[in-house]
């Protein structure tokens, strides 16, 4: 996987954990894609000295190690950050027990029952106080293929699940044809690969499958994959799954798939066909309507728009974090990282790494939840 920086890295990743060793900090400065100029990376006076551990969605791994590496630049090696990639269902289970600092998830923690659990209830227990899902990375989905001889791909979301429910098999199917006029398309079998393990990335993408195409994809969204294919762990699993299958496609994170030289399909939800770029992406996230209360940031994505321009596959992975702390000290290392994690310098950063930086409306908000936080 490559891990590019924006300044000098200080520290390698090591099985999804940081140990930060400093070099000085980074210098970098501008107002950045999002276009706020109030928001700057932290000074040294945020630092700290100690240790976080955060889990959950490895859709956000490759935006977490930036900030955590840029981090721990600033704070000249004496603050460590560990991020563990394990999924948002994993991690937000780990938070509630209490065995993280806080946690990254692809959905916001839920607030109806499911197999037992809402999810809001048991953490706000955990805390002593309400959680709060705080947006910090958005991450497009791609719809990625490797399929020899088809550079250009558009995929209208029945066609699309179709694909993933297993009714088209080979990829010169008429459904694809259609959509695609003129294109050379072989009768190579399609060959789907899915998260095995339980995933926000998941969960986007069928609730985008059932918002879009909801007559062709029955099944309720979640975390659990239940179309047809292959599974493989992880975002990276499912990315080198179709790197090495020709006839190969997956939804994965627009990171994994740049870092694995996937193609990535174009999206026609009724208004054109949308290519995936930072500035089409940022689109869809300013359209999102709030859907929590106060501080509590978690967004209700419009995964059906038609708006000309929207690219409609997207996640957004929010840290969820205790409002009041039980342990103030630890509250004041988790302010300080988010607030660099949020910083312009770092959300425009995350674009070279196939990320798409907050929108300024909604990057406003988080630094105001963040500086909430007690």
């Known amino acids: 996987m490559k891990i590019q920086r924006f300044g000098q890295v200080a520290a390698l990743a090591l099985v999804g954990s940081i140990a930060l060793a400093g070099c000085g900090s980074d210098n970098n400065t501008g107002t950045g894609a999002s276009g706020s100029s109030s928001a700057s990376a932290s000074t040294a006076g945020d630092c700290f000295e100690g240790t976080l551990n955060a889990e959950g969605s490895s859709a956000q791994k490759n935006a977490f190690e930036e900030a955590a590496a840029s981090f721990g630049d600033l704070c000249g090696g004496k603050a460590t950050v560990n991020y563990n990639p394990t999924g948002s269902g994993a991690g937000i289970k780990q938070f509630i027990a209490g065995q993280v600092d806080f946690a990254g998830s692809d959905s916001a923690l839920k607030t109806v029952e499911k197999d037992g659990v809402i999810e809001a209830d048991a953490a706000a227990t955990y805390c002593g106080s309400p959680a709060w899902n705080i947006p910090m990375v958005t991450g497009p989905i791609a719809i990625s293929y490797n399929v020899k001889g088809v550079d250009k791909l558009v995929l209208t979301p029945a066609v699309a699940a179709d694909i993933f429910k297993g009714t088209i098999t080979t990829w010169n199917d008429p459904k694809i044809a259609a959509v695609n006029p003129g294109a050379t398309l072989p009768a190579t079998p ?18 985008y499958l059932k918002a879009a195409a909801a007559d062709v994809w029955t099944d309720e969204p979640g975390k659990k994959w239940t179309g047809k294919g292959e599974g493989k762990e992880k975002s990276a699993g499912v990315a080198e799954g179709v790197k090495s299958t020709d006839g190969g496609i997956t939804y994965v994170e627009w990171s994994y798939a740049k870092d694995n030289d996937l193609g990535i399909a174009q999206v ?9 770029t930072s500035e089409s992406v ?29 690219y409609p596959i997207l996640l957004v992975t929010y840290e969820i974090v205790c409002s009041k702390n039980k342990d103030a000290e630890k509250a004041k290392q988790i302010k300080a990282f988010l607030t660099h994690f949020a910083s312009t310098e770092v959300q425009s950063g995350l674009e070279k790494i196939g990320y798409a930086p907050l929108p300024a409306s909604v990057q406003t908000k988080v630094e105001a939840a963040i500086g909430a936080l007690s």
Do not use: I
């Open 282 to 310: 940022g689109k869809a996230v300013e359209a999102a309507k709030a859907d929590g209360e106060g501080n509590d940031l978690r967004l209700k994505l419009d995964y059906a728009t038609k708006e000309a321009g929207a």
């Open 268 to 276: 026609d939800n009724g208004g054109g066909a949308v290519e995936l």
């Open 190 to 207: 399609v060959k789907v690969f899915f998260r095995s393990d339980e995933s926000g990335t998941t969960e986007n993408f069928t609730k």
